[in-house]
């Protein structure tokens, strides 16, 4: 048993992400190991959760991970911990179309995690235990544990929402007035990401711990699932590099652990300050390119990166990565275009509304370096560009579900590098063809 919480909204903007980082920073002074964690794909939240903590926070999605994966997770992301936070995502039911699937209710169920209920109290009374009542009872394996009301009014609004709520026998755990001054920064993609922001982690931790019972919170937990041991595989090593700052930072932890238990020693580096690395593979994550396009464009790496590309080095790129690997960045306004990678045949024009977001499944069609063919693959696409192919172009995936580069095609593949909109993991894309594939290379 750990002591644990999920907080869960009502629905999205309630600030449970506010309510969160407030937590964190409580808890973190008072010199505990905080383990963080968010439901959901997300890349921002957690970089947040980590600056905090001074802990990764790893992601719990039982749609890409499914339960095992949730609970794998959840048990490596404990180890050491004293106590563990889970950020929800959206309304606590909400998940993949009309189903518990990916929702912050699917990942307590799958733990057996005690729920913090955060309902954005303004402008209601009485209402509110009408809200809290109807989450409580809609599914009878959700333990409500504990409600968080934020953005109470005055001392006077907090009486009467006590009053209202009595009944119920559902204890408030916190009454946290409204602050305008505790805000996040964001921007299209949502949040800035963590290590952009400078948190007032004091401000943060006084809100929280003058307005909310942390001792009670603290009494809250659920089971640690055990973990069955994983062979090591006992193959040669190889040097994979991986594209890591400011334009590329949206990556999964278990990818990276995933890739070292394979044999790989990942070398990050960033492709805007410093040159390839000697390696065998190169990883580029999501991001941000099109903030750093000028700087991507000046750095001599991009022009190594193609030669290492038509040399068949073996290159995965997800959504930022297969952005800087296509020939050009074309701003919104089209009056900017700044010069990529030119690996894959492909140019990328910058819009001002979303593109794509959601949950994505497909089958690998195509012959490529990273995935077998014939593999059903899972994962998520959130993006504000488009893609002008070449007519030739080559796609490793059809999807079934999700928009892709064009039409239901995605997975864009030139020499022995792979770029696509998807963002993966390895709990529904297993990478051990792209460990193969580097070893071939380096082995010529």
Partial sequence: MIPSVLVAGTHSGVGKTTVVLGLLAALKRRSLAVAPFKVGPDFIDPTHHTAICERASRNLDTFMMGEEGVRRSFAKGVDGAEVAVIEGVMGLYDG????????SAAVAKALGAPVLLVINVHGTSRSAAAMALGYARFDPEVEIAGLILNRVGSERHRSLLEE???PLGIPILAALPRRGEIALPSRHLGLTMGFESRHDLDALADFVEENADLDRILSLGCEVPT????????RERIKIAVAYDEAFCFYYIENFEFLRNLGADLEFFSPMRD???EVQGLYLGGGYPELYAEALERSPTRTKIREAAEDGMPIYGECGGL??????VISKDGDAEKRMAGV???ST??????Q???YVEGDVVGENPVVEKGRVIRGHEFHYSKMDCARDARFAYRFRRGKGIVGDRDGLVEHETLGSYLHTHVCSFPMERFLESCRRYGRR
């Fill in 96 to 103: 993949l179309d009309a189903s518990e699937v990916a929702s």
């Fill in 164 to 166: 209202a709520l009595a």
């Fill in 349 to 354: 024009q910058m819009t001002g509304r979303l």
């Fill in 323 to 328: 952005m800087y690997l296509c020939e050009s």
């Fill in 227 to 234: 973990l069955e041991p994983r062979c090591e595989f006992g």
């Fill in 356 to 358: 794509a977001l959601g």
């Fill in 275 to 277: 040159p390839l690395p």
């Fill in 344 to 346: 894959l045949p492909a």
